[in-house]
């Protein structure tokens, strides 16, 4: 799953919280929440890393002409 499918995700299981009447299966969505939140954490900050790194060699680049 990418990590616009996992955004998506995250929003219909927002969705399903609001509409549970039960609080175990409230639990078990925030609980699959939680889990999809922090992937979705780790795929932004390793992207962030990427872009630093690019960002450098593009300085470099430029700072060689």
Known sequence: MNLEEKI????QLANEIEDSTS???SLEIF???IQLA???MTT???C???LV???EK???ITDED
Not at 8 to 11: F, G, S
């Open 44 to 46: 932004l900050n390793d």
């Open 58 to 60: 593009v300085r470099k």
């Open 38 to 40: 922090n992937e979705c």
């Open 53 to 55: 790194v690019l960002q």
């Open 8 to 11: 998506a995700k995250l929003d």
């Open 23 to 25: 609080l175990e299966k």
């Open 48 to 50: 962030k890393g990427k």
């Open 31 to 33: 609980e699959q929440s």
